[in-house]
């Protein structure tokens, strides 16, 4: 087994045992006009209607149906098949139509292709482990003109903790890739501070910014946009100054268009 396919594995059954407990927006939430994508992400990306959409790492897909709301052909893969499960009932719920497969996003089927969209996003970087692989892979998937987007957690977030009113501490590397080394309590997702981190190896990472840009454009894509942005409620405890360091990032990247 590869060092990849290893990690994959290990992080399937990390992220099967979370799950079940993980339900994200009702779907009274979509029904009532919410959406689980920002505007920044959706003024990036534009008229979605009858585009082929694909989400990676889509976990309970309240993005992908977010996508399929506003008419996009959507197919949303994840590693979890409890993540999917509870994807499909809301999709069935609202009637939107989502394709949820069980895909490792390292080694996607060959007939996952031909997207205008690759999307990923919130805490779904940091389970790539190697990340010009990835873009590769990502690359090779979109249609001429396509769009790769990615709107996670900024790197440097990942790595900064509140100690207290306006104690900032530094609690991983930046510059080394990998997360759980530096694993902060403060840090720990919501859900496992409440649950408790399941008792399975499992390992992710920190990309920083040079590192994202390099595999994107090492992939042969073209950076259209980058964008970081600060969210005071991400620190919290640091007040006003929490908007003086980013908290977000958004990337946007295109396949070339097919030679006329
Ligand atoms: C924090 S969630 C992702 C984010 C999603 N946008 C959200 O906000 O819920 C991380 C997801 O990555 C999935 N995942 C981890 N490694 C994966 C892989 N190799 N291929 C596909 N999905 C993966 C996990 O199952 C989990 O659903």
């Not at 992710?204 to 040079?210: E, G, K």
Request: with cysteine; aromatic share 8%.
């Amino acid at each position: 087994m590869s060092v990849v396919s290893e990690v994959v594995s290990q992080n399937r059954e990390y992220w099967e045992r979370l799950a079940p407990h993980r339900h994200g927006e009702p779907v009274e939430f979509f029904v009532n006009g919410g959406s689980a994508l920002t505007d920044d992400e959706l003024a990036a990306i534009g008229d979605l209607r009858g585009r082929r959409v694909l989400q990676l790492a889509c976990s309970v897909g309240d993005e992908a149906l977010s996508f399929a709301q506003r008419g996009a052909d959507v197919t949303a893969v994840d590693i979890a098949p409890s993540h999917l499960a509870t994807g499909r009932a809301k999709a069935e719920a609202l009637g939107v139509d989502v394709t949820f497969v069980l895909q490792d996003m390292m080694t996607l089927d060959s007939e996952i292709t031909g997207f205008d969209v690759i999307y990923i996003s919130w805490g779904g970087l940091c389970w790539v482990p190697t990340l010009t692989e990835w873009t590769r892979l990502v690359a090779d998937r979109l249609n001429p003109g396509g769009l790769l987007v990615i709107s996670e957690h900024h790197p440097l977030w990942e790595i900064l903790t509140v100690r207290g009113d306006n104690v900032l501490s530094v609690s991983g590397d930046y510059f080394g890739s990998d997360r759980d080394g530096y694993t902060d309590p403060l840090k720990a997702p919501e859900i496992t501070r409440t649950l408790g981190t399941p008792d399975v190896p499992h390992r992710s990472f920190v990309w920083s910014i040079s590192s994202v840009v390099t595999a994107v454009l090492t992939a042969g894509l073209t950076l259209r946009s980058l964008q970081e942005s600060p969210v005071t409620e991400m620190y919290p405890g640091l007040g006003e100054q929490a908007m003086s360091i980013p908290a977000t990032y958004l990337l946007t990247a295109s396949a070339d268009q097919a030679p006329v």
